[in-house]
C-alpha cells in the first residue's frame, strides 16, 4: 500500500499528473538503470520505477480511466487501494487513504475542493483543433495546447513547461496541473542523432531529453508550497516485438508501464 494519505494531502498540495505518453517501462527502467535520467533519479526510489499495468492501450482510453481515479494498477495480483476515486456503488479499490468525490471525474472532484484545474495537451486527443481533441481538455477550467507542444517539435516538452509555469505564477492557491508529455511518442527519431526511423533507442533517447526538460517545473512546484506528483505512461508501444509496431494492441510492452510518485516539500 503507498505511504500516502490523500486525505492528507488534498488541500495542502498542489497536484501534479505527469503522463509520459506512449512510455515504455523496460525503456524507463533501462535509463535509470544507466544513469540516464538525472534529475528524475532525485525523486524515484533505489530501485527506480514501478512496473504497472494500464488501464488502457491508448491514450484516449486510459486517460478516461485516469480521470476516473483508475491510475495504472501494481503489477502484481490484489486489490491495491485507489489515491483517487469517484462515488459509485460496489467499489472494491477504494480505502481510508483514499479521497473520493461525489463527482463524475476526479478533475472536478479537485475543482470542488478549491483546486485550480490546468491541462497542458501533448499529443492529438488534447490537441482543442477537433471535437474529439477537445473532449478530455474540457473537463479541466483551463487547457492550453499548440504544435509547439506537439509530438512533432523538438522541444515540446520545454514548451509544455513553459507554459505550466505561466499558469502556475497566475494561480495563488491550489492547483492540479495536468501535463500530457508528448516527446516519446512517434514520431521520436529527432532525438537521436542520425536516425531515419523511429525505433527503441530514439524512444529512450527522447526520454533522456524530458528528464531534463521537466527539471525546472519540480523547482517551481517547491517554490509554490510543495506537491504531490504522478508521473507515469498511460501505455507503452511496440517497435517489431513479435511483430507488432504501435499500441492500441494487448502486448505486454503496451499494458507494462512505468510508475513513480512523490511528494516535493515546499521550500522554506
Given at each position: 500500500?503507498?505511504?500516502?494519505?490523500?486525505?492528507?494531502?488534498?488541500?495542502?498540495?498542489?497536484?501534479?499528473?505527469?503522463?509520459?505518453?506512449?512510455?515504455?517501462?523496460?525503456?524507463?527502467?533501462?535509463?535509470?538503470?544507466?544513469?540516464?535520467?538525472?534529475?528524475?533519479?532525485?525523486?524515484?526510489?533505489a530501485s527506480g520505477w514501478a512496473r504497472r499495468h494500464s488501464p488502457g492501450s491508448f491514450t484516449y482510453a486510459a486517460h478516461?480511466?485516469?480521470?476516473?481515479?483508475?491510475?495504472?494498477?501494481?503489477?502484481?495480483?490484489?486489490?491495491?487501494?485507489?489515491?483517487?476515486?469517484?462515488?459509485?456503488?460496489?467499489?472494491?479499490t477504494t480505502a481510508s487513504t483514499t479521497c473520493v468525490f461525489d463527482t463524475p471525474d476526479i478533475v472536478s472532484g479537485l475543482a470542488?475542493?478549491?483546486?485550480?484545474?490546468?491541462?497542458?495537451?501533448?499529443?492529438?486527443?488534447?490537441?482543442?483543433?477537433?471535437?474529439?481533441?477537445?473532449?478530455?481538455?474540457?473537463?479541466?477550467?483551463?487547457?492550453?495546447?499548440?504544435?509547439?507542444?506537439?509530438?512533432?517539435?523538438?522541444?515540446?516538452?520545454?514548451?509544455q513547461v513553459a507554459?505550466?509555469?505561466?499558469?502556475?505564477?497566475d494561480c495563488p492557491g491550489r492547483a492540479f496541473l495536468f501535463i500530457n508529455v508528448s516527446a516519446m511518442h512517434q514520431p521520436n527519431r529527432h532525438y537521436l542523432p542520425g536516425c531515419t526511423d523511429d525505433c527503441l533507442?530514439?524512444?529512450?533517447?527522447?526520454?533522456?531529453?524530458?528528464?531534463?526538460?521537466?527539471?525546472?517545473?519540480?523547482?517551481?512546484?517547491?517554490?509554490?508550497?510543495g506537491a504531490f506528483v504522478i508521473l507515469c505512461a498511460d501505455h507503452g508501444t511496440a517497435y517489431g516485438e513479435d511483430g507488432f509496431d504501435g499500441h492500441r494492441i494487448g502486448h505486454p510492452v503496451v499494458w507494462d508501464v512505468p510508475y513513480a510518485e512523490f511528494l516535493i516539500q515546499g521550500q522554506s
Open positions: 500500500m503507498s505511504q500516502f494519505n490523500m486525505n492528507q494531502l488534498v488541500g495542502r498540495y498542489d497536484i501534479v499528473l505527469i503522463t509520459l505518453d506512449t512510455l515504455r517501462f523496460d525503456a524507463a527502467q533501462q535509463l535509470f538503470a544507466a544513469g540516464r535520467l538525472p534529475n528524475l533519479s532525485r525523486y524515484l526510489p478516461h480511466a485516469f480521470f476516473a481515479g483508475f491510475l495504472p494498477t501494481p503489477a502484481k495480483p490484489g486489490r491495491h487501494p485507489r489515491h483517487f476515486a469517484v462515488a459509485f456503488p460496489g467499489s472494491e470542488g475542493r478549491g483546486y485550480r484545474t490546468i491541462c497542458v495537451g501533448g499529443v492529438g486527443f488534447f490537441n482543442l483543433s477537433s471535437p474529439l481533441g477537445k473532449v478530455l481538455p474540457a473537463l479541466f477550467q483551463v487547457s492550453e495546447w499548440c504544435p509547439e507542444f506537439g509530438v512533432t517539435h523538438p522541444n515540446s516538452t520545454a514548451n507554459c505550466a509555469q505561466r499558469h502556475l505564477a533507442d530514439s524512444h529512450m533517447a527522447a526520454m533522456a531529453y524530458v528528464d531534463g526538460a521537466l527539471a525546472p517545473l519540480f523547482d517551481t512546484l517547491a517554490k509554490r508550497g
